[in-house]
Every structure is written in C-alpha cells, then in structure tokens.
C-alpha cells in the first residue's frame, strides 16, 4: 500500500499567556489543557501560591495537627454552581450539605436567619413590606435572565438605585442597618451597596434570603484541594513569584515582559485578574480599553484586617447557635450604624 507524508501544514498550537492563577485564570487553563494540540499555554501568577483571593489556611489544633480553613470562598449554592461541583464530584472531592445563615449584633440586639428576636418582631411589618416589593422587582428582573440585550434593557430598575426603592418605600435605618445591609456584607459588599441598582440588588436576594437560612454545600480539605486537582495536570505551565509588569502589542501579537524584565511573545491573553490592575499592565491601552477597565472600581473600605483565630469568646451566647451552620456573625461597632465587624465561621 503506498504511503503518504504527513501533512506538514499543521498548524501549531496557539500560545496563550493567562495573568493570574485564582479560580478564573485556573478554570482557563484547566479548559485549555484538554486541548494540548490546539494550546500551548502559560500561567503567570504575582503570588507564591494558586487560588487567588480564596485561599486556605491550616489551623493548628490542641494535639498538634491542623486542619484546613478557607478564607474568601467557603460554601456554594447548588442549583448555581453547576460545573463547579461537577468537577468536585469527578475528583473524588466529598461535598457536604450545609447552610448559610447570619446573625447580627447590634447594641445589645439580636436580629438572625430563623430567630425571633426584638429586633424581628419590632421590624416584622417592615420584612414582610420588603418581601412584598422584593416579589414585585424579581418579577420584573426575569427579563435580566434572557440572553436578550434588549429584553435586558427594558427593566426600569436597572436604571434605578436599591436607595430609591427604599426611600419610597419608607423603610427605616433600623431595616437598613440591622436586617439588610448586614447580608450583603456577608457577599464581600460594604460601602455604597444602595447605591447599586435594584434590579442587581435582587438578583442576590433570589438565591438568599433575609429571614430563613439558605441551604449550601461544602468541600471537604478546603480550596486547596479543588486548586490541586484543577492544576495537577498542568503546575509546570504555573510560574508563581512572576508578576507580570507590562504586555506590548506589535503588528505580531502581544509579548508579555514579567518584573524581572524577562519577555515573550505570545498569540493570545486572558486577563484573569482585576480590571484596574489589567489596566496598569496594558501598555498603550486603547480609548475603549481604558473607558471600560477604569470604570470598574474597587472599594478597599471592606475587610481591612482579617485574623484567623479559635476564640469562640466573641461569639454571641445564645440561641442562634452561630456554631452549627456555615455561619456569618456580624457585630457592629463604632458611632456609624453601618461599621461591622464579622465572624467567619
């Protein structure tokens, strides 16, 4: 049988240069690596360790062992995160049922998921006021779930402040500072959260809630593990302790220069860190670049001092049982009604 040459024209694979290796530049590279013919990748990482802003930590224990503790990122919704959770269950990783739930602390009182307290009853014909307009804005948000832009558009709401909605509504600082704000504190959002839109503002309020405790799941060993198994097939392509200080364009593609001053050219990069420090790496960034990178900001206001410790002393002694659920224990302090302090539990 006669034999002929192999194709020489095959292309070779794209290069692709990923800057940051938390869960979006991981999740990239994992997905390009299932396609090593096509992907010829690298992972540039500032920090001396995978998993970006969620990450564990070993807490030490009484007969000298330790066990893991995340920080950032420790439990997820089901029925939102799909793919995630396939993965955990493809790699062996145990998940286990739990529930997120929060209580606050607020000078003396007491307002919690599940838990009749002053405040619930004092603040009762206000909830069930807010749960009400809170049907009304889903309602109307379902146009936000179509892939429509259109469609997405039309929703008023999305042109309307979360502060707007609640000063027509009457709801008193107490409602704000004791049962509402403190929610979205526990989603990493502090200041200025009214002045988002009421339609983004409800869109989290689909999957939690403010009176009863919402069912999660969680991972056994950490993040660490879940980074682990992501990139085992693909440390060598992660350079941690490489920054990457600037990336030119030229008429051949874009070169990627790290802090040490080390280039190469790449085909291709997925920015997978924040939008103002993508913007400070782009060099020559173009009038749209800039427009839409700058104008994602970042408040440094929240969690400006984080200690992980076993002190259960400062949690609050009572009925709301902060210890047997994923929970959020959130204190105010200080003369503004909206400074917290919060537990992670």
Not at 19 to 30: E, F, K, N
Not at 97 to 108: M, P, R
Request: charged residues 25%; contains cysteine.
């Amino acid at each position: 049988m006669k034999k002929y040459p192999e194709n020489q024209n095959t292309p070779s694979p794209k290069k692709v240069a990923i800057v940051g290796a938390g869960i979006s530049g991981l999740g990239a590279a994992w997905a390009l690596s299932k396609q090593p013919d096509q992907f010829d990748f690298r992972v540039f990482e500032a920090q001396d360790q995978i998993g970006g802003n969620a990450i564990t930590a070993d807490m030490p224990q009484d007969d000298g062992t330790s066990i893991p503790f995340d920080i950032s990122v420790t439990a997820c919704i089901p029925s939102v995160y799909h793919h995630i959770l396939l993965f955990m269950e493809q790699h062996g990783i145990e998940l286990l049922d739990t529930k997120f739930s929060y209580s606050v602390g607020y000078h003396g009182e007491v307002y919690a998921h599940d838990f009749d307290s002053e405040i619930s009853r004092r603040l009762e014909p206000e909830i069930k006021k807010f749960q009400k307009i809170l049907k009304r804005l889903q309602w109307i948000g379902k146009l936000n779930h179509t892939r429509s832009k259109l469609l997405n558009a039309l929703n008023p709401f999305n042109y309307i402040s979360m502060r707007v909605i609640l000063n027509l509504g009457g709801f008193s600082g107490d409602f704000r500072y004791k049962v509402l704000k403190p929610m979205f504190v526990n989603f990493l959002m502090a200041t200025n959260v009214f002045d988002m839109p009421a339609s983004m503002f409800c869109r989290y309020l689909e999957f939690f809630n403010i009176e009863r405790a919402t069912p999660m799941q969680t991972w056994d060993q950490g993040t660490r593990r879940i980074y682990e198994k992501m990139a085992e097939s693909f440390m060598d392509k992660i350079y941690l302790n490489r920054p990457v200080r600037k990336v030119y364009r030229d008429s051949s593609g874009p070169i990627v220069e790290d802090q040490a001053g080390n280039t190469e050219k790449f085909d291709d990069i997925i920015f997978a860190c924040n939008a103002n420090q993508t913007l400070m790496i782009l060099d020559q960034p173009s009038f749209l670049e800039r427009y839409i990178l700058s104008s994602i900001r970042y408040e440094s206001e929240l969690h400006n001092h984080t200690v992980i410790h076993s002190d259960a002393s400062i949690l609050p002694n009572n009925d709301t049982k902060p210890l047997t659920t994923r929970s959020n224990y959130i204190e105010q302090y200080g003369a503004r009604p909206d400074n917290y302090e919060i537990t992670y539990i």
